[in-house]
């Protein structure tokens, strides 16, 4: 497989009254061509964050300052903002948790769909419309040509949350990061925007990278699930190894955590306890205050990265004995 997005080693950092805060530790993984990688954890574990440190849209306060993101063989880390945008309104795309943070508010939504598909697919206005159009009714948006004339605010949440999937669409990019983008929809339009991915994913071999909280939409979508704690990576594999075989007990604790497979909520429960603060120096593992198998080894060393096997990777000192003829992947 083509590989599209390699990140490695990604610390991202604010600056807080507190002093520097290290919102990402060493965030390491890929996405291949036609690949969906799914992040998962709990509120707080830098699954935003890693998202947005990739597309170069961190909070004013925030900067990558360690650490490589490649995409296409080429370093986006230290790229200027020019070149970035450029990137942004044709190669790579966001959907974000909040649809105004996309939106502008003093553009109507047929301007803002139809400026970048003749900007970046070089369409004739007339073309643009209609392909604005196609796009919209995609997403499931009533009556569209008459909402091309509509500013946001005119519009409910789910219709703006809709647009703003049917812009990141429009110049069909090469990697889509899509943060909760469906948490506010209904059941029925969420399904539409999975088959829309999908469809896309198919077509151009757009590579997905996507934030959930619902496992039922990571196991219809995923290819990888990657699970973020604290700012760190702490298990990597494949969607049905790390379903069947998880080998971190905090993902062991979030599949657990899942309610029942019939539910129809699948929003992951709590694990007992909460995530260290990240203001504060964290010795060894940083899960070791609420796991279950916790050693003394854990309270002092932080594990690295075990190769579990060709598809999964624990960042867990139980898995060192397993990994032992395996060579270790990453500190
Ligand atoms: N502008 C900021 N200044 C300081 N800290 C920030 C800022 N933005 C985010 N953080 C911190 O970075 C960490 C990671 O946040 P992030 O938004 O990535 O979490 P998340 O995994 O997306 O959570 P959620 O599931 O709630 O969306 C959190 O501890 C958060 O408080
Ligand atoms: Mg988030």
Request: glycine share 6%; hydrophobic share 35%; aromatic share 6%.
């Amino acid at each position: 497989m083509e590989e599209l997005l390699k990140v490695d080693n990604l610390v991202t950092q604010f600056r807080t009254p507190k002093g520097k805060l290290s919102a990402l530790r060493e965030v390491s993984f890929s996405v291949d061509k036609g690949e969906t990688l799914c992040i998962v954890g709990e509120s707080g574990s830098g699954k935003s964050i890693t998202s947005l440190s990739i597309m170069g849209l961190l909070p004013s306060n925030g900067e990558v300052s360690d650490g490589s993101i490649q995409f296409k063989n080429t370093e986006l880390v230290g790229k200027s903002e020019r070149e970035l945008e450029r990137l942004r309104g044709n190669e790579m795309s966001m959907i974000f948790q909040d649809p105004m943070t996309a939106l502008n508010p003093v553009f109507t939504i047929g301007y803002q769909l139809c400026e970048p598909l003749m900007i970046h697919k070089k369409l004739s206005k007339k073309e643009a419309i209609h392909e604005s159009i196609e796009l919209l009714t995609k997403v499931g948006i009533p009556n569209p040509s008459e909402k091309l004339k509509n500013y946001p605010h005119e519009l409910s949440g789910g219709m703006r949350q809709r647009v703003m999937i049917a812009m990141a669409f429009a110049c069909e990019p090469s990697l889509l990061i899509a943060d909760e983008p469906t948490t506010a929809l209904d059941v029925t339009i969420q399904a539409q925007i999975l088959d829309l991915i999908y469809d896309l994913k198919e077509q151009i071999g757009m590579g997905v990278i996507f934030v959930t909280h619902d496992m039922g939409v990571v196991a219809e979508i995923a290819d990888k699930v990657m699970v973020m704690y604290a700012g760190e990576v702490v298990e990597v594999g494949d969607v049905e190894t790390l379903f069947n075989d998880p080998q971190h007990p905090y993902t062991k604790g979030l599949l657990a955590a899942v309610p029942n497979v019939d539910d129809k909520d699948q929003s992951l429960n709590t694990i007992e306890g909460s995530a260290p603060s990240l203001d504060e120096p964290i010795n060894g593992c940083p899960f070791h205050p609420r796991c279950p198998f916790v050693m003394e080894s854990c309270k002092v060393e932080k594990p690295p990265l075990f190769k579990v096997s060709d598809y999964q990777e624990s960042k867990c000192w139980l898995q060192e004995e397993s990994a032992n003829d395996k060579s270790t992947v990453t500190s």
